[in-house]
């Protein structure tokens, strides 16, 4: 089984970034399902740049959990570059089973059933 990225999309809309991002972060939800059949779910990262990431960190008291956080250095925003980037980054994904690749995912972005527990 493999893992194919479905859709992608980001809150705030990259279009409100200034034309000079610099400083900024948003939030990508990653839609992947298997590459084979139906279904899919959902695995959120929050992008960011370095310096949204240092401001963020002295803000919390000099200590940021970083997980779950894509960290850019553009000098500008490239939704096709981060897309094609993801999808490197999930496409070559193999398991036995979904949820073999699901918690591979998770390592990227939070997984809609981490620690989910029945």
Known sequence: MRATLRSLAFEP??????A???EFY???????????????ESFEVTV???QWLARACSA????????HHLIVNLD??????LQDWLALRVEPLEG????EIAERLGRLGHWEFEDYRP
Do not use: Q
């Open 13 to 18: 809309d990259p279009a409100s970034l200034s």
């Open 20 to 22: 000079e991002p610099t």
């Open 26 to 40: 948003l939030h990508a939800r990653l839609i992947v399902g298997p590459s084979d059949g139906p279904g899919e």
């Open 48 to 50: 960011c740049t370095p």
């Open 60 to 67: 919390a008291g000099g200590i940021y959990d970083g997980r």
């Open 76 to 81: 500008e925003f490239d939704k096709r570059a």
């Open 96 to 99: 036995g089973t979904w949820t």
